[in-house]
């Protein structure tokens, strides 16, 4: 039985979810826009608090399909547009430099895209752990600390064989 504990992860652990408005911080400004998945699915995570990295992909609906967005590698699968499967780096808690009251989990797509995807579906496949949330003594600390993450997620999903079996394992929507 997978993603049942939180002592000993199995991974990948696999989380779906609705894309929804965040704390409206402008992460995106810090050069890191973060997906924040619903609080329904984030309260129900068996995870321990910490960053994550791993991939995801994103699902949207005919009816959120904007006619002026140009979906770039999307695929046509029914009546959705499945987009490739990306790396990802996520934080799950609290933010310990905002003091936030409630857990949050943010999905950072290593992707640019020039549009948002709010209300849209976002699968995510947590491969690895990275590091436990830190407070920071200055904002620049934080961003570079995400920053590394974002090198060390490069790093620990480069290997295409290797992660071979969670990409293709039938969780993620088939697009190739
Ligand atoms: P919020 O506080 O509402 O989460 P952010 O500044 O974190 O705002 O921006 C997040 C939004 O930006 C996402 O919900 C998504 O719609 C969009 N976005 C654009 N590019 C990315 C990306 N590479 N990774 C995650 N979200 C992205
Ligand atoms: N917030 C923290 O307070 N401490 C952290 O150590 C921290 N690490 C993060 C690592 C990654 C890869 C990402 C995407 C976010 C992280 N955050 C962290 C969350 C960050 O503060 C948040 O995305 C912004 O405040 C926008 O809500
Ligand atoms: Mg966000």
Known sequence: MPNISSNK?????????????????????LGCPTANIESDVVDSI????????????????????????????????KNVKVSPIYMMCCSL?????????????EVHILNQFDYDFYDCFLRVAICGFIRCEKNF???????????SDIELTKQQLQDKDKWRSVVENGFFVRTY
Do not use: M, W
């Open 9 to 29: 992860v199995n991974y990948p652990f696999y989380i779906c979810g609705k894309v929804v408005k965040g704390y409206g911080r402008g992460s995106k400004q």
């Open 46 to 77: 068996e995870l321990s608090n910490g960053i994550y990295y791993g991939f995801a992909q994103l699902q949207i609906r005919e009816s959120e399909i904007k006619p002026d967005i140009d979906y770039v590698n999307f695929t046509q699968f």
């Open 93 to 105: 808690g609290t933010n310990p430099y905002f003091n936030n009251k409630t857990k949050s989990l």
């Open 137 to 147: 003594n200055s904002l620049q600390e934080l961003i570079d600390a995400i920053h």
